[in-house]
Antibody, heavy 127, light 108 residues
């Protein structure tokens, strides 16, 4: 079964740091781009970061310079290091898989949507 | 940055109704769009990819259409389990993604 399981959320003070983890199973983790998405209570979904199969990383302006995405393919794990946390970073954080370009049965295709999601881990930034 | 404008923000409908949700992109995004369903306390689930392709395992009452800047998600005959919040997601500006604001579908 394809599965993503996030962990590491919790309560942290403003200005503090937290590291989220996402454990992948049931698929070849190293072949997929991976993303983090967050959702504040009662709000919509916000893309937070992405990492490609080659380790290239991307962020929106709202977290650039504060958050760092990384991956450890040998452990089938994705991480999000969050520094200088603010109240506005309070949210449920999801990891999600993106197939990208792939070949199967002699034909190649691409899918850059987020096809599998974890259940989320909650981060609360408060004093 | 590509902006996605989703409408309506909320919608009341009855079981058996046909409903349509729209997403408009601030610039052309080809068919680089997916639709997601989210129920309270759960992760989003993809329903449609590439604007009109049905995700495996998703009921055929869900369909997507559109290309360029205007996209629609249609539920042909609402079932009780369809009451949820729906989001569009563009990935044309990969790897910089943008979600629509969401549409909350409620029981009338």
């Amino acid at each position: 079964e394809v599965q993503l399981v996030e962990s590491g959320g919790g309560l942290v003070q403003p200005g503090g740091s937290l590291r989220l983890s996402c454990a992948a199973s049931g698929f070849t983790f190293s072949s997929y781009d991976m993303h983090w998405v967050r959702q504040a209570t009662g709000k919509g979904l916000e893309w937070v970061s992405a990492i490609g199969t080659a380790g290239d990383t991307y962020y929106p302006g709202s977290v650039k310079g504060r958050f760092t995405i990384s991956r450890e393919n040998a452990k089938n794990s994705l991480y999000l290091q969050m520094n200088s946390l603010r109240a506005g970073d309070t949210a449920v954080y999801y990891c999600a898989r993106v197939p990208g370009g792939y070949c199967s049965g002699g034909s190649c295709s691409s899918d850059y949507g987020m096809d599998v999601w974890g259940q989320g881990t909650t981060v609360t930034v408060s004093s | 940055d590509i902006q996605m404008t989703q409408s309506p923000s909320s919608l009341s409908a009855s079981v058996g109704d046909r409903v349509t949700i729209t997403c408009r992109a601030s610039q052309g995004i080809r068919n680089d769009l997916g639709w997601y369903q989210q129920k309270p306390g759960k992760a989003p689930k993809r329903l449609i990819y590439a604007a009109s392709s049905l995700q495996s395992g998703v009921p055929s009452r869900f369909s997507g259409s559109g290309s360029g800047t205007e996209f629609t998600l249609t539920i042909s005959s609402l079932q009780p389990e369809d009451f949820a919040t729906y989001y569009c997601l563009q990935h044309n500006s990969y790897p910089l993604y943008t979600f629509g604001q969401g549409t909350k579908l409620e029981i009338k």
